[in-house]
């Protein structure tokens, strides 16, 4: 009896006192692995436990490892796929169930003009295009050509994602592409124009004469004005033409050399036919001079001052600035100006901003390409600003001359 | 406001109706700006374009009433959600107003396209812009639930005011050298009359804005003092 209690007692002491051993290792085991939650580089120690607490802590090991290494992998994803995503120069936007924005790349950034800090999540709230909206709430894949608000023209291809709501949405700039669409079907309207003109001139005079006007000397003296002042014309848009695929093809010859531009402006001033009676200023410092082809920068200048007197208003200025490097070459004048749209354009082939004017004044169309062509062959550049108060200044930008030119 | 409900249909519909708002203010941004576009370049094909989608802007109107009226019909929506559905039917009636004077502007520049341009030119653009940017700026607000944003675009509105009277003067100065002239002036005048009642318009957006976020009423109230 007594051996049975004291039997018993020893069991019970050994029992609770293994079980406060096991429950302390426990407490520590779940301690540290607090810790191995907060610091996934923790690990659990395994050495000073031992039994069944020591199994456990190897396996939270393993699993921590595991958890570390697939945390890594997927740290590892996300970075290469945003910075393909960044890379890419297609707008990628993904929206979740709720057209909220979830990840947006670079490209689309810029297309919709997101600021740093976006003031709502929402894509129909922040792009607030409605045809955005009809491509968005479209339960089907789809695919339109939206004009975003102060920023390009982009096709924009939405793809439902699969196993989740939303959709992705592929945004690609044509701004680009549809510029360049209208300048070509614009160069073949405007080319079969103003060839056709002349001709149809010439030909209607021909078959007035041929009719029997050719006997009415006042008649056919209008008449045959009319056929020479019309092949002239036709003369002079092939000779421009000419000229345009010689510079095209690299075949017209440049001689470069220091050139001044006081002696060219002047010589070009003379050649232009002055019919309207415009004032020319020309301001430029003695000795400057440009590494050009004098006979081309003459050509530029004839064309740049003719523009002025026929487009301008009563006083044209020719204006050269020093750059150190490089010279400025400023034509102004104070006429109706440019709009911006036509500023951006006005260097095409047959590029009218005004057509009945510019036929009137009997242009070609092409002189300004011309001229842009002749520029940048010569290593510079050339533009056009609105002039202050009114009017436009057209530039143009030649490497200097390294040594003073004699006047 | 969409806040989390627990009926999703509920909010999917209040989301909607904000989306479809957000669209109809882009749409008018755009006439405006298509209008402005038409009378500056004389374009008259432009012009007609806008006159023809005003139609699209009736028909959002009637589209965002209809969805609002439903949604207060079968939710019963209170609060702030009561102050969304109350201001959305609000905002669709001024954002139609904005619309039919985008293609009144349309309208003038059709007028004046066979007729030649005045010279010295008005320059009607940096009303157009203030006025662009104004509703631009409400909406902004009206998406980010900023009421500062929205009291900032109700002070805005004296600036439209200030260049439409010197426009307005400029324009009146035409007609005093040369009498000739008023057939050319006047539509030009009402285009400046349209981009001021614009601008009143975008006006009442924003205090209907302020009225969403805040709960507080600031139709006709003086406004504070500006500083300096």
Partial sequence: MTFGLVALALVVATALVTATVMNRRLRRLADASQQLVRDPKKRLPTASVGGPARDLSQWLNTLADEVASQ????????????????GLTQGVIALDGERRIEMLNEAARKMIGAPGTMITESLLELVRVPELRLL????????????????????????????????????????????????????????????????AVIRANAETLLAGAKDDPVMAGKL???????????????????DLSRLDAGQYRLDITAVSVRSIAEQSLSAVDN???????????????????????????????????????????????????????EIRDDGAGLAEKHRARVFERFYRADPSRSREAGGTGLGLSIVKHLVESMGGAVGVEPNSPRGSIFWLQLPKAQTQVAA | MISSHTNKDFDQELRTLRDRLCAMGGRCEKQIARAMEALEERDVAIAKQVIEADQEIDKDEIDCDELALQILATRQPVASDLRFITMALKLVTDLERIGDLAAGIAKRAVELNP??????????????????????????????????????????DRNIDKANASLFAEL??????????????????????????????VKNVAESVVYMVRATDVRHRPLPKPSN
């Fill in chain 1, 275 to 329: 019919k309207r009676g415009i004032a020319v200023e020309i301001d430029v410092p003695d000795g400057l001079g440009v590494r050009a082809d004098a006979k081309a920068l003459d050509q530029i200048l004839v064309n740049l001052i003719d523009n002025g007197c026929k487009y301008g208003g009563t006083h044209v200025w020719v204006h050269a600035t020093d750059l150190t490097d490089a010279v400025r070459i």
């Fill in chain 2, 115 to 156: 007729l030649p341009r005045l010279d010295p030119s008005v320059d009607l653009n940096p009303l157009s812009a203030l006025v662009l940017k104004n509703l631009h700026a409400a909406l902004d607000a009206f998406v980010a639930k900023n009421a500062d944003q929205a009291t900032a675009v109700i002070e805005a």
């Fill in chain 1, 224 to 242: 045959i004005d009319g056929l020479h002042r019309n092949a002239e014309r036709l003369a002079r848009i092939l000779a421009d033409l000419l």
């Fill in chain 2, 172 to 201: 009146l100065a035409h007609v005093a050298t040369d009498p000739a002239s008023v057939t050319r002036v006047l539509p030009l005048t009402s285009v400046c009359k349209y981009l001021e009642r614009i601008g009143d318009h």
């Fill in chain 1, 71 to 86: 945390r890594e992998a997927l740290q590892r994803e996300r970075t290469l796929l945003g910075s393909v995503a960044d």
């Fill in chain 1, 136 to 199: 968005v709430e479209d339960s089907r894949d789809a695919t339109a050509e939206i004009q975003l608000p102060n920023g390009p023209r982009a096709l924009i291809r939405v793809a439902r994602t699969y196993g989740r709501p939303g959709c992705v949405l592929l945004l690609e700039d044509v701004t680009a592409m549809r510029r360049l669409e209208t300048v070509r079907r614009d160069f073949v309207a405007n080319v079969s124009h103003e060839l056709r003109t002349p001709v």
